[in-house]
């Protein structure tokens, strides 16, 4: 991709939590001037409703039944990327244990999915932006430009998310990951997977500058120059 190409360029990130998707996304979309959108907390945000409203998130047909009442909107600027439900900033409430808990199987639910995946493909339309999720490459975008797949071990991963939730418990966090990639990956539809022709990236014993160097240089390569 031609960097004079880059208002219509589309960067997919995919991979699993922890792996620094979104440190990595935003930090790349401001060096290009590109926008951002973070998926993963569109689900949180529909899963953070479903608690507020007491559906039973483990009924299939009870989280359908409500999957298109929340009005959700998700703002793309990298610096400060927002996520509101009927007008609230759910940001910060989005990331609790108990939405962690919550997330994967609402957002197992066939009928979130389409409604997040037609809400998150007609902001990609417009272009010009970087997309992280589990399923961006594969699913909601496959004809992106780019198309990144971060993974990192295990413990790795534990240890920045434990970081991040300033928990000193890094065992049980690895335990939650590990759970989560399970029921990602195998769920029925659009599984956590790595797309075709996405370049994996292991970041495990990368830093974050080196990372976010690394898709840059993808993003702006000659069209010609294979990754």
Do not use: F
């Amino acid at each position: 991709m031609d960097a004079g190409d880059l208002s219509s360029l589309v960067v997919a990130v995919d991979g699993t939590s922890g792996s620094g998707k979104s440190s990595t996304c935003r930090a790349v979309a401001d060096r290009l001037g590109l926008r951002y959108l973070d998926t993963g907390a569109m689900y949180r945000a529909v899963a953070w409703w479903m608690l507020q409203h007491d559906v039973n998130i483990y009924e299939v047909n009870e989280v359908s039944a409500h999957a298109a009442t929340p009005r959700l909107e998700s703002g793309t600027d990298p610096l400060n990327p927002t996520i509101t439900l009927d007008g609230v900033d759910v940001a910060v409430a989005i990331r609790s244990d108990a939405v962690n808990a919550a997330v994967s199987p609402v957002s197992a639910v066939p009928a979130v999915r389409a409604r997040l995946v037609e809400l998150q493909r007609a902001i990609i339309a417009g272009g010009g932006i970087v997309v992280e999720g589990r399923d961006i490459g594969s699913v909601v975008w496959p004809d992106a430009g780019l198309k990144v797949y971060l993974t990192a071990d295990p413990a790795a991963r534990a240890a920045r998310r434990a970081a991040e939730a300033g928990s000193d418990d890094v065992t049980a966090t690895q335990e939650s990951l590990l759970h989560r990639d399970r029921i990602d990956s195998g769920r029925a539809v659009a599984p956590l997977t790595m797309p075709d022709g996405a370049v994996h990236i292991d970041t495990t014993d990368l830093t974050l500058d080196q990372v976010v160097d690394r898709v840059v240089s993808l993003a702006t390569a000659p069209a010609d120059v294979s990754p």
